[in-house]
């Protein structure tokens, strides 16, 4: 135990690190991380789906970002590096569908999905007779399971982009009491739909009915006041069928709670809770979202399309530097100008053309002064950089949101 018993009757503790054994299987440092926002003018109407998105990714995300209209796409960029954030989930709308564009960033590959339908967290809550989200089983990042995902290419990339959102686990290492949840993900390849599902897993004692069950699994035991012998509780009640969940039984090779204790039978179920999702895979590409377009469902390029395209992108990029130099080159020129004007000035009055510097016969009182000026003139300097850093980014972000139809 990590407390004694002290010489005055309390309890006087004496160890508060963590056992090496209970330590993660993963490294926190290694494990991926993730922003999910909303982009676009109509992504307010995601907001409720962008919360249940991040609490399907908790806890490696930002839970409580909070992103505004003046931010563009790169300053998301910037900032995920030193915040080691790894993916971005952007959620988008147009007056037509909804959209997720899931980033690894900052290289990419980003995959865009049309979203046909979704269910609420709280609906699923509301329509569930016997719903269950305890705040513990958020602590842990969730599984990954995906199923079908073998049709083409481009379904085969968006498993690999899928499985990296996620931690990996090492089974021979894995503790059974962390894995709390569970992210399915079924590919139909007939409709070409992705289902997405989130679930709770809950074990419980196989073989035994539910009132024993509740006996042992409850702290606060049930009331027997109406009862003559303990007998007429267990007896009492339709049993279950023992058949009914054979298949999801299992031996647990660990201890996974008070009731489920090592090489013993438990009955492996799952509880929904959401949210759900429908998704169509509309286009995969290189880089977030800026780069060459590998797939996309509704538009083919001929060979001869894409190498002209690529032209184009390339003449655009160095028209860009070139602007951009230019741009320098002006802002140097007209510095220079306004310095040869202001010395004109000074001529023009019979001084100096520069200023001259303090000497150092000056007394203590003008060396007082100076070095005022010159802090005050350092934290005019710091306040120039902090206006600097929080102006947005002039580029207009709200044309990615029009790119599907």
Do not use: W
């Not at 109407?45 to 995300?61: A, F, G």
């Not at 049993?239 to 039978?265: I, K, M, P, W, Y």
């Not at 799952?270 to 895979?281: A, S, T, Y």
């Not at 000074?346 to 009182?365: I, N």
Request: with cysteine.
């Amino acid at each position: 135990g990590a407390d004694t018993e002290s010489a005055m009757g309390g309890r006087k503790k004496r160890r508060t690190h963590v056992r090496e054994e209970n330590k993660p299987a993963l490294s926190k440092a290694n494990n991926p991380k993730s922003f999910v926002f909303r982009r676009g003018k109509l992504g307010g109407i995601l907001e409720d789906l962008e919360k249940d998105i991040r609490h399907v990714m908790e806890p490696n995300t930002a839970s409580s970002l909070k992103e505004s209209r003046k931010n563009s796409l790169k300053d998301f960029v910037h900032v995920a590096g030193p915040l080691g954030v790894s993916h971005f989930m952007i959620l988008s709308a147009t007056h037509h569908a909804s959209y997720m564009r899931v980033c690894n960033v900052p290289r990419g590959p980003t995959i865009t999905m049309q979203i046909n339908n979704y269910t609420l967290a709280r609906d699923i809550a509301n329509n569930a007779s016997n719903y269950s989200a305890p705040p513990g089983i958020f602590k842990t990042p969730p599984l990954v399971v995906l199923n079908n995902f073998t049709e083409g290419k481009h379904m085969r990339l968006a498993a690999v982009v899928f499985q990296n959102l996620f931690p990996a686990i090492n089974v021979k290492t894995v503790k059974l009491a962390t894995c709390k949840r569970i992210v399915l993900l079924d590919y139909e390849a007939d409709t070409e739909v992705i289902h997405f599902r989130h679930y709770h897993i809950t074990a419980q004692p196989a073989g035994v009915s539910k009132r024993v069950r509740r006996l042992v699994l409850k702290r606060d035991a049930p009331s027997m006041a109406g009862l003559n012998d303990i007998a007429d509780y267990l007896g009492g009640g339709a049993s279950e069928s023992e058949g009914e969940d054979t298949a999801a039984r299992v031996v647990l090779t660990q201890d996974l709670s008070r009731a489920n204790v090592q090489n013993t039978q438990s009955s492996i179920k799952l509880k929904e809770l959401g949210p759900r999702m429908e998704l169509e895979v509309t286009k995969l590409e290189e880089g977030v979202c800026t780069g060459q377009v590998l797939y996309h469902k509704y538009v083919s390029k001929s060979e001869a399309e894409v190498a002209q395209l690529v032209d184009r992108k390339e003449v655009a990029v160095a028209l860009k530097a070139q602007r951009k130099t230019e741009q320098e080159a002006n802002i140097q020129r007209k510095a220079e100008e306004k310095e040869a004007a202001r010395r004109a000035e000074r001529v023009r009055q019979g001084l100096p053309p520069t200023k001259e510097s303090r000497t150092t016969e000056s007394d203590d009182d003008d060396s007082g002064e100076g070095d005022d000026d010159d802090s005050d003139l350092g934290n005019d300097e710091d306040d120039l950089d902090v206006d600097h850093r929080d102006d947005p980014l002039s580029e207009d972000d709200d044309k990615e949101e029009e790119e599907e139809e």
